[in-house]
């Protein structure tokens, strides 16, 4: 059984920062590519934020905001958000192609943390 888990969602203040994280755990082998999408109401899901091995893709409405980073040893990625604006109220999602120990690829997506910015 694999999950992720995301955590660090909240309130903040226009111009303000917050730090989502992600821990990948379970029946791991290996992990790829992985990314934060968002999901606004009334919106479709879009992805923010990716980062394999070694290159980083940011949307144009995020970049130079955000920043996502990832720790292999810790099987976590995180994204750290700078200068929020309202317009990135949304429920964000964790999400990565994990390989199990059966040496099966799978797409995961965590349950989703909020993040609500206010003007």
């Known amino acids: 059984q694999v999950r992720l888990v995301e955590s660090g969602g909240g309130l903040v203040q226009a111009g303000g920062s917050l730090r989502l994280s992600c821990a990948a755990s379970?029946?791991?082998?290996?992990?790829?590519?992985m990314a934060w999408h968002r999901q606004a109401p009334g919106k479709q899901r879009e992805r923010v934020a990716r980062?394999?091995?070694?290159?980083?893709e940011y949307a144009e409405s995020v970049q130079g905001r955000f920043t996502i980073e990832r720790d292999n040893a810790r099987s976590t990625v995180n994204l750290q958000m700078n200068s929020l604006k309202p317009e990135d109220t949304a429920v964000y999602y964790c999400?990565?192609?994990?390989?199990?120990?059966?040496?099966?690829?799978?797409?995961?997506w965590g349950q989703g943390t909020q993040v609500t910015v206010s003007s």
């Open positions: 999400n990565a192609d994990i390989v199990d120990r059966t040496l099966i690829t799978r797409n995961y």
């Open positions: 379970g029946n791991i082998f290996s992990i790829g590519a």
């Open positions: 980062i394999t091995s070694g290159r980083t």
